[in-house]
């Protein structure tokens, strides 16, 4: 008994007289370099005469008009590259999955339909708090697929459509 009250006394005596409080460490504070400015960059026209070659910054001659040739159709000189007209339109991009517009469409109305038939058969006056809340997104998952088809989306318009169906068939259990 004295051995282990020796003992603790020992390791008591030492653990304090070894211990050191230390001041914290202050540290500079961080400098942050300011904003750098926007730099807007002009649309370049690509139709518009270059300034290096003076001939490309005189207009074109008028040609008349033969009346046997489409007005809306401008046959390019030799040597003279044309350009489409420029669309507002981005170009989209296409996948395998809607390299079709009418069969992607097709089978994402189809997924909705499902996912709606199923909705229709569910009491949705018996169902708990939590259940009408998957209801109703379920309602709005289909409503944003709708939407992006309107905007022909797709990749998007079938996520939220599988996404709505998958809802709607936890409900109809």
């Given at each position: 008994?004295?051995?282990l ?14 211990a ?69 339109e ?17 089978q ?11 909705l ?54």
């Amino acid at each position: 008994m004295r051995r282990l009250a020796l003992f603790a006394l020992l390791t008591l005596g030492t653990a304090c007289a070894t211990a050191q409080a230390t001041a914290p460490v202050v540290l500079a504070p961080l400098e942050v370099p300011p904003v750098p400015a926007r730099v807007i960059v002009p649309e370049i026209d690509e139709a518009a005469p270059s300034m290096e070659d003076p001939a490309a910054a005189r207009p074109p001659a008028a040609r008349p008009a033969d009346p046997s040739k489409p007005a809306d159709k401008v046959e390019p000189k030799p040597g003279e590259t044309v350009t489409p007209p420029r669309t507002d339109e981005p170009p989209r991009v296409r996948t395998p999955q809607t390299a079709n517009d009418e069969q992607a469409d097709r089978q994402v109305r189809g997924v909705m339909a499902r996912a709606q038939a199923t909705l229709n058969n569910v009491d949705y006056q018996s169902l708990s708090a939590a259940a009408r809340q998957q209801y109703d997104t379920a309602k709005r998952f289909i409503a944003q697929a709708n939407n992006a088809l309107t905007i022909r989306n797709y990749v998007f318009a079938r996520n939220l459509a599988d996404k709505a169906d998958t809802l709607a068939r936890q409900l109809g259990k």
